[in-house]
């Protein structure tokens, strides 16, 4: 399985903050924003990474992140010119997924928690073809991409920023694919927000 870092956004809700610098390399405890993704990747085992940034904060991550044989890892980049979201992600990626398995994380999510390690393992390997996301309650669904899901567990719709939310579940930013996704993408158009 590869991943993929989606680290292009403006950070427009962080100015002037973000003005001269990517909000994914901003400083959260001890440690740059995309060190927390990037060791929720390495948790789960993947090593072959890419990074999607903005044209200008490219050679930045380059700098930080070099070709990540430090880690272990091999991270190669790309550009998102503007940010266009998630299956864009997966456009922009489609000559590093190669047909295989792929997790992407937003660069902008932090996960924690005691068995965090396990999850990304356990998620992998949850079906042969399609994918997985995943789910956190909160109360205020309507401000982010809500998921239904039916009595097991499968998702019955996803709709972003809905006025009338169909559940309290939103996605948090981490998605498991197969390589399939990439045709997926190719196929849909961009939603209103």
């Given at each position: 399985?590869?991943?993929?870092?989606?680290a292009?956004?403006l950070?427009?809700?962080l100015?002037?903050?973000?003005?001269?610098v990517?909000?994914?390399l901003?400083?959260?405890?001890?440690?740059p924003?995309?060190?927390?993704?990037?060791t929720?990747l390495?948790?789960?085992g993947i090593?072959?990474i890419?990074?999607?940034?903005s044209?200008?904060?490219q050679a930045?991550?380059q700098?930080?992140?070099?070709d990540?044989?430090?880690w272990g890892?091999i991270?190669?980049y790309?550009?998102q010119?503007?940010?266009?979201?998630i299956?864009d992600?997966?456009l922009?990626?489609?000559?590093?997924?190669?047909?295989e398995?792929?997790?992407?994380?937003l660069?902008?999510n932090l996960f924690?928690g005691?068995?965090l390690?396990?999850?990304?393992?356990?998620?992998?390997?949850l079906?042969?073809?399609?994918g997985s996301i995943f789910a956190?309650n909160v109360?205020?669904?309507?401000?982010?991409?809500?998921?239904e899901?039916s009595?097991?567990?499968?998702?019955?719709?996803?709709e972003e920023?809905?006025?009338?939310p169909?559940s309290p579940y939103?996605?948090?930013g981490l998605?498991?694919?197969?390589?399939?996704?990439?045709?997926i993408?190719?196929t849909l158009?961009?939603?209103q927000h």
């Amino acid at each position: 399985m590869k991943g993929i870092i989606l680290a292009g956004g403006l950070g427009t809700r962080l100015y002037s903050l973000t003005y001269s610098v990517s909000k994914h390399l901003l400083p959260i405890y001890n440690k740059p924003m995309i060190y927390y993704p990037l060791t929720t990747l390495m948790l789960a085992g993947i090593r072959q990474i890419l990074v999607i940034t903005s044209p200008d904060a490219q050679a930045y991550y380059q700098t930080l992140l070099r070709d990540g044989s430090q880690w272990g890892l091999i991270i190669d980049y790309a550009i998102q010119s503007q940010p266009r979201g998630i299956s864009d992600a997966f456009l922009l990626g489609e000559f590093f997924i190669d047909q295989e398995p792929v997790t992407l994380i937003l660069g902008d999510n932090l996960f924690y928690g005691e068995g965090l390690a396990r999850i990304p393992t356990k998620a992998q390997h949850l079906e042969s073809q399609g994918g997985s996301i995943f789910a956190y309650n909160v109360q205020d669904s309507e401000h982010y991409c809500v998921v239904e899901l039916s009595d097991s567990g499968d998702i019955i719709s996803l709709e972003e920023k809905p006025t009338q939310p169909k559940s309290p579940y939103v996605v948090p930013g981490l998605y498991f694919y197969y390589p399939q996704v990439v045709d997926i993408a190719k196929t849909l158009q961009p939603s209103q927000h």
